[in-house]
Every structure is written in C-alpha cells, then in structure tokens.
C-alpha cells in the first residue's frame, strides 16, 4: 500500500498575501516548491502527497494543480472555493473536471466569526460538495470544536477531516475542553482526523516526544486507527523540527499497532477518503 503524506503545502512567498509567516517564521520566509519536497519524501519512504491551500483564491486552485499535473508523487489537491456565493454549484461543476482536486478548505481558524461555518450561506456552499464527489477539510482552534460538531451532524453523508487535531495548546499542556470536544467529533463517522501540525503547537525549541503523549492518545481512542491520517504540515513543520523529526515523532507512537492499522494511518485511509489513484 502506498504510503502518503496527507498534508503539505507549496507557495511562491509574497510578503503581502503570506502576511501570517511573520519575522518569527524567518525559515519558511521563501518558496516551496515540489523539487522540494519529493527528496524529503523518498528520504522517509513516502510515496506520496496531498497539497492544501494556504491562499484563498481562485489562483490558488490553478496553481496547486499545474503542481499536481508536473509531478507524479502529488496525489490529490485540496484548493478553496467560495463556498458562500451564490454561483458555488456552478463553480463546483467547472471544478469537478480536474481528477487531482479532491475538496476544498477554507481557513476558518482565522475568522472573527468563530461560527461562520454554521452561516446559511456557508452550509448551502458544504451542502454541494457531495454531489461532484469533494471533500471537506476542516481547520479550526479548539475553540470551535463545537461548531465543527454541530457541522458535521447536519451532513452525515459528507466527507470531512479535522486538520491539524484542532490546534491544542500543547505547549501549554491543556487537554480538558479540547479533549471532551474532540470526542464528541468523533462519534460523527463521516469525520476523519490528520495527525499533523503537532510541533508547531509545542514549544518549538524544547519539545519533547513525550510532550505529544497525551494529545494522541485522546486522538487514538477517539477515531481509532481506520479514520487517522499521517500529515507532515511541510513545510510549516520546519519551524520547529525536520520532516525525518515530524515522521519519526508519530512513528514512534503508531509502531505499536497491527501492521494492518499502520497500513490504514500512513496511506490507506487518506487513499479512500480522497479518492487517490
């Protein structure tokens, strides 16, 4: 089975439209392109990558799938879309014709209207996605785990993935509200989970691997092995670790399950869920 890193992404840095990597974030402060990431992933033995959004605009879409249509390894595209026009079906149609766009995200950890995923404009955009056969991933703060739950209840034949575990503050060692909220998300089981994003939520020069311990576990328990996905968050994750330290980190913690259950979290469970050829 193909093993894939379901969570990466590429950019050509512009200071202004990637304001978010600010002076802290000098080592991501460049581009990132696929010939830069597929030695990192032949290196770790991946045979393969989904690329997510990081810019929410059309152009966005064009240029992750002339990456997609350039390079092999990358398996699938997960763009955005305005999923609050009122035009979104037809939108949805023209974009269904691209085999390597799989769903869409939209970057709502950001919005000032924590809820803006519970909008009527923003659940008729999710209510299309299932008829030309999209995902949705879901990024968010743990603060909006329960509007993500609520989300997912009113489309229990859609397709979502939580990215990221929701952010906890690991470096702070809080569990208790993310905890509870994360499974109550999971009792949804049209809801997937990527184990990425991890390091960035620690301290990012002093962590440790049984810093992680805790917020897994809970992850685990609550999706179990056959909704969980390895993500890198590359190259994100550069600020506070390498791809060979992300990847080792899980491997880590997953090495203790069945050889079938590794095969399902490094590749069979983003193959079905997104639909990879």
């Known amino acids: 089975m193909l093993k894939i890193d379901a969570h990466q992404h590429f950019w050509k840095f512009d200071e202004i439209r990637d304001s978010w990597i600010n002076a802290d974030m000098a080592v991501i402060r460049r581009d990132f392109m696929p010939a ?7 290196a770790n033995g991946i045979d393969g990558c989904v690329v997510v959004q990081s810019d929410q605009t059309p152009a966005e879409n064009e240029f992750q799938l002339q990456n997609a249509a350039d390079h092999d390894f990358i398996k699938g595209v997960v763009g955005w879309v305005d999923l609050q026009s009122e ?11 691209f085999e390597k766009l799989k769903g869409f995200r939209h970057i709502l950890q950001g919005e000032a209207d924590r809820a803006l995923m519970l909008k009527p404009a923003f659940l008729n955009g999710i209510s299309k996605l299932k008829e030309f056969g999209f995902t949705y991933d879901i990024l968010i703060f743990p603060d909006q785990l329960k509007y993500a739950a609520e989300l997912v209840s009113l489309f229990p034949d859609q397709l979502f993935v939580l990215d990221h ?19 109550n998300l999971a009792k949804f089981d049209n809801v997937y989970c990527k184990v990425s994003g991890l390091v960035t939520e620690a301290d990012w020069a002093n962590w440790k691997s049984e810093d992680f311990k805790p917020y897994l576990d809970v992850v685990f328990e609550a999706f179990g092995p056959e909704r969980l996905m390895y993500g890198s968050d590359w190259p994100v994750c550069l600020l506070a670790g390498s791809y ?27 193959i079905r869920f997104y639909n990879l050829k």
């Open 244 to 270: 060979e330290q992300v990847k080792e980190l899980v491997n880590q913690y997953v090495s203790k399950f069945s050889d079938e259950e590794q095969g399902l979290f490094w590749g069979g469970n983003a």
């Open 165 to 183: 575990i929701a952010k906890p503050d690991i470096k702070g060692k809080i569990l208790e509200d993310w905890e509870e909220d994360m499974r």
């Open 87 to 97: 035009d979104i079906e037809a939108e949805l149609a023209r974009l269904s014709a």
């Open 36 to 42: 830069d990431l597929k030695p990192l992933l032949v």
